[in-house]
Antibody, heavy 120, light 107 residues
Framework: VQLVESGGGLVQPGGSLRLSCAAS????????LSWVRQAPGKGLEWVAN????????YYVASVKGRFTIFRDNAKNSLYLQMNSLRAEDTAIYYC??????????????WGQGTLVTVSS | DIQMTQSPSFVSASVGDRVTITCRAS??????LAWYQQKPGKAPKLLIY???SLQSGVPSRFSGSGSGTDFTLTISSLQPEDFATYFC?????????FGGGTRVEIK
């Protein structure tokens, strides 16, 4: 299993950024996927989940209406469109696979992360 | 939302020591709890899910216990590669939440 994020960088407050996660080594279309973030030197925060076919999506309250999670199963890729970015969105963003258990929130594989910095 | 509280936030221990980390949930989460290990500059790694089920490939010196609101992660004999930060995470209800982390350092 391999997950490789890209698209992070420096963006001004109010700006937009799209993160990508390229997956390999497993049947991408069979798994829920997530984004989890970690502010520098801080703990982990779940951001969003997406169902296998993309029909169901869930977000943490602080990003709802600003971030959109989506996927392209033909390209084995997961995305996070981030709009109206704020300083508090500064973090390393990890792409994570949801473990194939009855829970929707165990994360059994993670990418290396991509750093998003929101600053003027 | 369910809040997760870990203690202690920092542990200083020696190779071979038994280490226990505690996690408390603000509401009953049954056994819907995971533990992760994170080394500096690396992504988290799933160690335990369902409070006590060992993820494939994780050494048996790691064990988890508890249910309801109180949980523990035990490392039976600390190894050099175990020095890291450990996070608990509830998977019972939306939104999933992580504890603040416990940093295990070399004494």
């Amino acid at each position: 299993v391999q997950l490789v994020e890209s698209g992070g960088g420096l963006v001004q407050p109010g700006g937009s950024l799209r993160l990508s996660c390229a997956a390999s080594g497993f049947t991408f279309s069979s798994f829920w996927l997530s984004w989890v973030r970690q502010a520098p030197g801080k703990g982990l925060e779940w951001v969003a989940n997406i169902m296998q076919d993309g029909d169901e999506k869930y977000y943490v309250a602080s990003v709802k209406g600003r971030f959109t999670i989506f996927r392209d199963n033909a390209k084995n890729s997961l995305y996070l469109q981030m709009n109206s970015l704020r300083a508090e969105d500064t973090a390393i963003y990890y792409c994570a696979r949801v473990a194939p258990t009855t829970a929707l929130y165990y994360f059994d594989s993670w990418g290396q992360g991509t750093l998003v910095t929101v600053s003027s | 939302d369910i809040q997760m509280t870990q203690s202690p936030s920092f542990v200083s221990a020696s190779v071979g020591d038994r280490v226990t980390i505690t996690c408390r949930a603000s509401h009953d989460i049954s056994s819907w709890l995971a533990w992760y290990q994170q080394k500096p500059g690396k992504a988290p790694k799933l160690l335990i899910y369902g409070a006590s089920s060992l993820q494939s490939g994780v050494p048996s010196r790691f064990s988890g216990s508890g249910s309801g609101t109180d949980f523990t992660l035990t490392i039976s004999s600390l190894q050099p590669e175990d020095f890291a930060t450990y996070f608990c995470q509830q998977a019972n209800s939306f939104p999933p939440a992580f504890g603040g982390g416990t940093r295990v350092e070399i004494k």
